[in-house]
């Protein structure tokens, strides 16, 4: 998430793909960051122990959201 | 009588809210994709990749990695932002 | 006074202060004693510092700590005016880059800053260094240990959840600061051994795991003694973390005895651990990690729990009887290694 911030801090449209259980973590660190609303995509945890076939799936839906945000600034995820 | 008591807290509103940059497409843009060295974000990220490539018209995607998740990106990562018109930053876990 | 910059607020008495702050989550979950104008103050000149002062910037949030919000949190703890250096140090300590104060607090691996203090200041300020010492007994060590959880928590967000991300996290981060018992030792002491000059007052810093206690009463040999600790942190690797970083190490005066009555010092201690805290990838199938012995360089691939000797920090402390020691493995490897910072009084 921090990564993500350092990029728009650059003036580069970013996003981050945080896994659900870091959701309250990538929000206090935008917080932090002064940029409190900063839209990220969230996807199911974990990813470590995922198949091939299910980070595929994963992957999908990531790049939907991400798209959307670096296109509107939407965010899915607070839907 | 009352106690006046302080608040331990940092003060948050000295926090400059910055202003994030959006494109009007994807389409022949440069992506970078940072993957956190974490097991399987790579893997994420390659159908990330082709995702992009094949859906949206990405023109190129610049592969970034850090080998230590526990701190902020190296600055010779944080430099190869600058060469990118978005970056994806993977997190994993 | 007037120079105090944080909001104010009046309450009824201190079971309403304790009321309001812990529901803002601005405690451990323990009473705090409320942070009054006066005893901030106290801390202040007790420090000598203006309210205004910097003491570290936290590097990835980019925040400053400063002396004000020190001294609140420090008169929250519990803490005495005259324990504020210690608690100053030990803020500097973790804010130098190889601490890696995020990393180490926002991991799921949950350390807590385990904090040694040597040097003149520790009678000073009744810091305990023999009996029950990794526990309850002294206001000092309790307090200053949890005056830093209380600063992590308020003044860089380290709530659990938000980014304190600890999947269990240990008893140590309610506080967790002893002393080195330098009287009662015949060995050089740890802020010594990291180039503190003599007379000087020091913190050493490291992201420990929860201590691992051990015992061995039945030999008088130093390398039996040494290897009982060695076997603790080989076990460590193998079930924790198998990266090599700083370990702490706290040796009890039944053990000192022996182990200096051979005619050996820390780093005799520290030579043989590092030679003996070693072991093979393989070694993982014995404790249900076979799925990654072929991973790396292969299951013949050997790993050391220490980078050099030096990463050992052998601390005399605990009380007089006993043949029991403990361990205090790091955090993840050298991701974060252990700072000694001088104490600087006014």
Known sequence: ?79 | MTLRVLDPTFDNDQAVQATVSRLPSLAGRTVGLLDNGKLNVDTLLDHVETLLRSQHGVGTVIRLHKSDASRPAPEDVVRGFAGCDAVISAVGD | MTQLRSPIYDLADIVAVNDMYHRRGWTDGLPILPPTEELVQDCLDAAGLAPSAVISVESVRQRPITAEKVAINAVMAGCLPAYMPVVIAVIKAMCQPEFNLHGSTASTGGSAQFIVVNGPIRQRIGLNATHNVLANHSRANACIGRAIRLILINVLGCVPGQLDRSTLGHPGKFTFCIAEDEEDSPWTPLAQQRSIPAGASAVTVMAGESPHQTMNEWTRDPKEIAETFAAEIRHNMLTYSIWAGNYALIVPKQLRELIAAAGWQKHDIQEHIYRSARVVRRDWATVGKQQIVNLGKGADQRFGALHSPDDLLVVAAGGPAGGFGAIVPPWLGSRSQAVTQIIETP
Do not use: W
Request: glycine content about 4%; overall charge negative.
């Open chain 1, 1 to 79: 998430m921090h990564d993500a911030l350092t990029a728009e801090k650059a003036g580069v449209a970013a996003t981050a793909i945080i896994t659900d259980r870091f959701v309250p973590t990538a929000k206090a660190m935008a917080t932090v960051q002064g940029m409190s609303d900063y839209p990220f995509a969230v996807i199911p945890h974990p990813i470590a122990s995922n198949s091939e076939q299910t980070l595929h799936e994963k992957a999908v839906d990531a790049v939907q959201q991400c798209v959307a945000i670096l296109l509107q600034g939407e965010t899915q995820a607070d839907a």
